[in-house]
């Protein structure tokens, strides 16, 4: 049965979720994808594997005006699907408000055509849910999910977007950076309030660097004013999926546990033996960060660990 | 202006929940509950628009058993005028919420709601978005930031890339994020005062809604426990470490 997938974009380019979600939705049949952007952002979501057509539409990215879009194709559709992001948050609740359908949301695994699996308490639960209803608002955590191949040349088709919000966008404040996205990152260093400062925070954004790593912090720090709010990493924060998570000065608050429960390996580096993140750590370093990190960087790049 | 809040009471965000052995649920019984984090911020924001002089009345609506009326008081006490609580023992979907709420806001007319961006028991953060779709009203979710001015709001959202402000024409609803505001802990005589404000209990059955579930819960079970590793005894070792690591990475 047929999925429409909302693309996610950044700045009107495709961002990498959007290959993940494919890559998800395509478990449950064939996929079109919508995306509310340019047509630069659509030509490069064709080549994604699994997409039998994109839709593109010139049209804002507020909630209002991109469920009028998606509810005049959702009639052909028995799944809705988006990320799991600030996008698609905003979006699909009210969706599925709108098509009177009880949502199912941050989805980690897919058990079957109606039956998925989400976590509930911060991560400290996982529930899975049989959603017999005739079709489907969803959405998934894209860390969840291994991206789609590329190669495909899915054709592509424009269509009108119908009204206008009544809300109306003034102003972006985007943080500038050339880091990789925190959600999707193979690799994460995150800090916590041990780091003291946003001059520590530098410290780890080397070691970062080093490794071509997505920076996070945890909610304290964030608070605290030593990293922004889009680095903060947990329950009310992004939550991640990498390959490796170095976590440095972090004690491990129930919250930010919750957004690394997707880590495959996770490495801490920590004045204090008993925090709760050296307990789940498989590698840990036990010392004063502002010693250890600056060594480490200097010998991961005397190791010519280049990514 | 008329605010109303939708406040939801779960088991308070400090306890480490239990997961029952028989996959039925979390525990809930004996456990510390309390008005959900994001919902109150939702309350300081509406007592801080009525301090500032831009909301003459704010009504604050919960939908639970019986005992929810402890998270009412606790908004009353922390400012809001009159509480209303829609009395059920169900477990409720965030689409049937949204539905009630719907009626609250056919019969009272506010001309903003404020809710807390998602309750920490489901994470679902969904309703404010629901009841935005069903009252055919703009939403602006998770705002860190409030601005009233000329009939319409000023709103910050926190949003992956960042921060964003938009406009909102009222009425209009907003849902909360952490760093809109510090809630405040209403002093004792502002909680015994609390008590003497009206406080209405009605039925769930009586809005005329649909109650009835369109997900059936299969099982909830605790994550794959985590155990502790290795610890390494030099940043030499560490690095050798994660150099391997990263060879393994770039091989798969």
């Known amino acids: ?307 | 202006m008329k605010i109303l809040v939708a406040v939801k009471r779960v088991v308070d965000h400090n306890v480490r929940i239990r997961v029952r052995p028989d996959g039925s649920g979390v525990e809930t019984n004996g456990v510390r509950m309390s008005m959900n984090p994001f919902c109150k911020h939702a309350v300081e924001a509406a007592v801080q628009l009525a301090e500032a002089g831009q909301a003459s009345e704010i009504v604050v609506v919960s939908i639970g058993p019986k005992a929810a009326n402890d998270v009412i008081l606790t908004a009353l006490a922390m400012g809001a005028h009159r509480g209303l609580l829609i009395e059920t023992d169900d477990n409720l979907e965030t689409l049937a919420i949204a539905k009630l709420l719907a009626r609250v806001v056919a019969e009272e007319q506010p001309d903003l709601v404020l809710l807390g961006k998602q309750a920490v028991d489901d994470d679902s953060n969904h309703v404010g978005q629901m009841l935005a779709a069903l009252t055919d009203r703009p939403q602006a979710t998770f705002a860190s930031a409030i601005k009233l001015s000329g009939g319409a709001l000023e709103v910050t959202r926190e949003v992956d890339y960042g921060r964003e402000t938009l406009a909102l024409p009222l009425p209009a609803i907003v849902t909360a994020d952490l760093r809109l505001n510090n809630p405040r802990n209403a002093a004792l005589p502002m909680v015994m005062k609390a008590r003497a404000k009206p406080l209405a209990l009605r039925p769930a059955a009586e809005f005329g809604v649909d109650l009835a579930p369109r997900l059936r819960i299969e099982n909830i079970s605790p994550p794959p426990e985590r155990v502790a590793g290795q610890i390494v005894g030099s940043v030499a070792d560490l690095a050798a470490r994660i150099a391997a690591e990263i060879d393994a990475m770039e091989a798969s």
């Open chain 1, 1 to 307: 049965m047929a999925v429409l997938v909302l693309a996610e974009l950044d700045n009107g380019i495709l961002s990498p979720a959007t290959a993940r979600i494919v890559a998800a939705a395509a478990q449950l049949g064939p996929v079109d994808l919508l995306v509310p952007g340019p047509h630069a952002a659509a030509e490069a979501a064709a080549g994604i594997a699994g997409i039998a057509k994109v839709m593109v539409s010139d049209t804002d990215l507020l909630a209002e005006s991109l469920v009028a879009l998606v509810s005049t194709l959702a009639v052909r559709y028995r799944y809705l699907v988006s990320s799991a992001s600030t996008l698609g948050k905003d979006v699909m609740p009210r969706l599925a408000g709108t098509l009177d359908i009880q949502p199912v949301t941050d989805i980690v695994a897919i058990e079957g055509e109606n039956r998925f699996t989400r976590p509930i308490y911060a991560g400290n639960a996982l529930e899975t849910v049989i959603d017999n209803q005739a079709r489907h608002v969803l959405t998934f955590r894209a860390s969840a999910f291994r991206p789609a191949a590329s190669g495909n040349a899915a054709p592509i088709e424009t269509i009108d977007s119908p009204t206008a919000s009544a809300a109306r966008f003034i102003a972006a404040h985007r943080s500038e950076s050339d880091v990789p996205d925190l959600a999707t990152a193979q690799i994460v260093v995150g800090g916590g309030v041990a780091v003291g400062s946003t001059e520590g925070f530098q410290l780890i954004e080397k070691l970062g660097k080093t490794l071509g790593a997505a920076i996070g912090a945890t909610r304290a720090a964030v608070d605290a004013g030593f990293a922004p709010n889009d680095w903060q990493i947990g329950q009310t924060g992004k939550i991640i999926a990498p390959d490796l998570y170095i976590a440095i000065g972090i004690s491990g608050a129930l919250q930010h546990l919750a957004g690394i429960q997707g880590a495959r390996k996770i490495i801490a580096i920590n004045a204090d033996a008993e925090a709760p993140l050296v307990k789940i750590a498989d590698l840990a370093l036990i010392g004063d960060l502002f010693e250890i990190v600056p060594q480490l960087t200097a010998e991961l790049e005397r190791l010519g660990v280049k990514r």
